[in-house]
């Protein structure tokens, strides 16, 4: 199979009732080792700003761009004491531990990203998620083969533009279909 890098995993409906029900994954990494992806439209009910005072990054209030909500997400299941960062590359954000997706996409997991978040060292896009989702070598093929996953190529407007709750819609739309369209049934004529 193909890499999944830089594409949208769309939850189907058979994933009710579960972590992931209704859920947009951006794939990060997928290759012979498995895939690992950060979840882009589930909020985790803190705030960027609090999340960097409790790690004592910042000591006042600063000011994110209006556009970006201000909220951190759910990036997944696994390390969810971890923080990642989505963003497009910015030619004089050197920051510690970032690792291009794509051409417009990095993923940067060290802290001095977050320092620079809200100034002009910062990038002026950017979603913060705590945890990921990861898949062992197989996983993610034998769940796209059971019907569990859609794919469509990832773009900047879903991922940085658009209000995380319209995302799920989105990105099935994407592909040509409105969510209700979807069954959770398979293989039934």
């Excluded at 029900?21 to 439209?41: L, Q, T």
């Excluded at 319209?166 to 369209?181: E, H, M, V, Y």
């Amino acid at each position: 199979m193909e890499s999944l890098q830089n594409q949208f995993l769309i939850a189907m409906p058979s994933l009710d009732d579960s972590f992931f029900e209704r859920s947009v994954i951006y794939v990060c990494e997928h290759d012979n080792k498995g895939a690992m992806g950060v979840m882009i439209n589930r909020l985790a009910g803190v705030s960027i700003e609090s999340v960097l005072q409790q790690m004592k990054l910042i000591e006042e209030e600063i000011i994110l761009p209006p556009n970006m909500g201000n909220n951190v997400l759910v990036g997944g299941p696994v390390s969810t004491d971890r923080g990642f960062v989505l963003h497009p590359p910015k030619a004089d954000g050197k920051w510690t531990n970032s690792t291009m997706i794509s051409d417009d996409i990095m993923l940067t997991t060290s802290r001095d990203v977050l320092i620079d978040l809200g100034t002009i060292k910062g990038p002026e896009q950017y979603l913060v998620a705590l945890g990921y989702a990861g898949w062992a070598n197989g996983q993610l093929e034998q769940e796209l083969a059971d019907n569990l996953w859609l794919t469509t190529p990832a773009d900047q407007q879903t991922l940085f533009h658009l209000a995380h709750e319209l995302r799920w819609q989105q990105a099935s739309r994407s592909l040509g279909f409105d969510t209700w369209q979807l069954s959770s049934q398979t293989g039934h004529a």
